[in-house]
């Protein structure tokens, strides 16, 4: 019975399949598709059998594309995704059609794929690829966010309008949003992703994001529990990003130090704070610690509480330390060579601490694998094994694999298109065919920088090693920016306003002055030289120029500098009877009153052109770049000529000078090294210049007796005596000036290493700076009264009363207040800086110093031990088009004077880089 019911079965549908066969219309057949309901309306097409008896091979005769006619696809694009081609063989149905429908599943480009047969013969068939390309994006609507959270978001979710739109690509928005909100501290943030027609722009789509931040979670407090050799306050400054909330009555010191740290709860930084409190214990030899169980308790809507349990296990110490594999460098020191011991710098008895290990070993400028690294072996591997781990004790083998030694391939540099590749590529020191050095790529990297064409904060070359040719591609890839600056700025002087225009062009090219369709914009550029054209004025009162012009590369084949520099400055005296009107009648000066600035006196001009100093100054200066001790050092050599014009000067800081012209003919030797490696933030380096400018000893051999002249104005009872007396003293002045200066800067946090450059954005540092001064004679009766020291205030040279003078700065004080006509002076500060923006088109960080100083009148009075202290906060932004300003407001400590008040409160602008 059973039998009869399944052949009647197996009758019945081969009867409905002969019918199915004898009445589908053999022109038209679907072969394979996805979904045909959504592709195209082919309820009349029947479907081509999959049974493995069906298979017959056709020619593709022709194919077609429907279903993208509005998206501006070209036809010969999409047939060539497909895979197939006109005459083809094809098996139907057969693997060709099924890899073909895939291809466009994978494009990602479409949701949904048909392949059809429009027609077909004995051996021929007509194809139709039926497509629904995903929907694009017309639009996306912010809602529940910030202009600035939106920027961001834009960059991290990577959708714009007219992309496509699909699934995979809404969850991936909706995780990174999430994310991007979590690292804010908005872990309970809502976050809704909508899509809605365009009912303007058919085929395409409107995405709204909804943001409901609510508000952000914060850690009450942290309780860690099952330490007991490790303190709290310990595993709590571990914690870097993870802090609870400020208090005093418990761990004070630790909640001080805290003070300004986070306290929002952000779960992949408090991840990353579990591992924090596992390495300070292996620092201190706990290789076993662990975390046994943590939880994060929600407190109340805008808290939690987070709960740490510590296992810490013993305390281990190095037993015994063996290096295999090293060939190249001994072991222990030998011929006055260091010895991988003492570069790893642990010994038997240490207390086992991992993370020392690990920076000896690969971190630390001056680790194992730095040495490796800076004479070409980039392929060696260095990997510290315990081999022997019981009770206390650890033994460690460092196994070296050393390589063979890496040459340079290719050397690119991309992103340039401000200066001529020669001029930047003269900067490189790492050439095709030598060893690979990492010293020689960071040094690269400061040398770019210290040019001031290219963002000192974007710059990490890809170093790509091959192993298998033994060579290394490096590429330096550079943000340029602008940094002419075009100064235009106005002040209050003792004779009204003072204005100052500065033109600094520092990519000037001298050669191309006579081409004009080289300029860039109204100047010859691309040469990287430095021009420079100021003036200053206060209309008949004071008036300044100067010019100055610096090629770097004399030649362009070394790094030998040469400079020229000329000024002329004029400054007038103002009448004594506007003092005396000053004095007798205080109501017409200042206090809004329009006589204020030295306006007049009783109707009448203040200025009198029978008083006057003109200075006309040039020099030429050459310097080079130093190959020993180190490449740092650098040595110039400095020539100049300044003529001083005074008449009716006294009482203007010149000693008994007060008419007639002196000259000054000197040379100037200067020794520095700079290794610093941002000149606008500098994280780490140190700058230290000793400089020596002397004047021939024309006392030595022009047979004049100055003592008598000395004397002679000394007791002089006109002007007339006494100018006479000084026109020959002061006709050639004559002095030795000698200046020492340091800056050192210490960054305060580590530097991140997984930068070939060693920048962390964000990296406090601090500054130490240290000056000497002093100014000698050949002949103590011809000591001059110009170059020497003035001191006080915010340092900027420029419009003051006191011409012909050094300026030196000391914050908290008001400019000048120490003293002038100073022949000694010390200088030592402090400051910590933080960044606040280090971007190309601004960097700006704040300061807080403490700084103290003296200027002396006589050597012979030196003391170091005798300064005026101060202390103040301050901030310095840097805008390329305008340069380097600043604002510090200091308090003075001490009197300037014995006979003045303690200074005080005082508020300083700074206009440009101080060395």
Known sequence: MIKKIVLFFIAVMAVMTLQAQDTTSPDTVRISTSSAAEVADTTKLPVISYSLTDNRRYTIADIKVSGVESYNYEDYMLIGISGLSVGQRITVPGNEITTAVRNFWKNGLFSDAAIL???????????????????????????????????????????????????????????RIKDYYDEKGFSNAEITVRQMDDLVNPGKMILNINVEKSTKTKIRE?????NESLSYSELRMAMKKTNSGFSLRKNTWLNIRKIFSTKKYVEEEYKNDKENIIKKYNEKGYRDAEITSDSVVQVDEKRVAIHINVNEGNKYYIRNIVWVGNTLYPTVRANGYDGLEDFLNMKKGDVYNQKKIEDRLRNDDDAVATLYYNNGYIFS????????????????????????QASLNRVTVNGNDRIYDDIIRRELLTKPGQLFSRELIMTTLREIAQSGHFDAENM????????????????????????????????WGQTGVIGRLSFKFSNFSFKNMIYPSTYKGIIPQGEGQTLVLSGQTNGRYYQSYSISFLEPWLGGKRPNSLSVSSYYMQTTGVDSRYYE?????????????????????????????????????????????????????????DLSYQRYMLKNWAGYGFGDLSDGNSNSISLGLTLSRSSIDNPLYTRKGSQFSLSVNFTPPYSAWDGLDYEGLYNQAKNATTTEQLNQANDKRYNWIEYHKWKFKAKIFIPL??????????????????????????????????????ETFYMGGDGMTGYSTMYGQETIGLRGYSNGSLGYNGYAYTRLAMEIRYPLILEPSSTIYALAFVEAGNLWNNIRDF????????????????????????????YGFDRPTPSSPISGSQLHFILGQEF
């Open 117 to 175: 047969a429009t027609r077909k013969t004995e051996d021929s068939i007509w194809l139709q690829i039926a497509l629904k390309p995903n929907p694009t994006i017309s639009e996306i609507r912010y809602t529940g966010v910030k202009k600035s959270e939106r920027e961001d978001l834009e960059t991290k979710i990577g959708m714009a309008k007219n992309s496509n739109l699909t699934p995979n690509i809404l969850r991936l928005a909706h995780k």
């Open 222 to 226: 942290i309780i860690i529990n099952g």
């Open 381 to 404: 591997q260095i990997d510290p094994v315990e081999t022997y781990v019981a009770n206390d004790s650890v033994d460690l083998e460092i196994r070296i694999q050393e390589g063979g």
């Open 460 to 491: 990490n070359p890809e170093i790509n090693p091959n192993q298998e040719t033994g060579t290394v591609d490096i590429a330096y890839n550079l943000t340029p920016k602008a940094n002419d600056q075009v100064e235009f700025s106005a002040g």
């Open 581 to 637: 009107q000053m004095y007798t009648n205080p109501y017409l000066y200042g206090y809004g009153s329009s006589n204020y600035g030295y306006s007049d006196y009783y109707g009448g001009v203040a200025y009198d052109d029978n008083k006057w100093l003109r200075i006309f100054g040039s020099s030429v200066s050459f310097g080079k770049r130093l190959s020993w001790p180190d490449f740092y050092f650098n040595f110039s050599t």
């Open 749 to 786: 946090e580590k530097p991140d290493r997984e930068s070939v450059n060693d920048k962390s954005k964000r990296t406090p540092v601090l500054m130490n700076r240290i000056e000497y001064g002093f100014i000698g004679s050949y002949n103590k009766f011809k000591k001059t009264p110009f």
């Open 863 to 890: 003391n170091p031990f005798s300064l005026k202290r101060s202390a103040g906060v301050g901030a310095r932004i840097f805008l390329p088009m305008i340069g380097l300003m600043g604002i510090d407001w200091g």
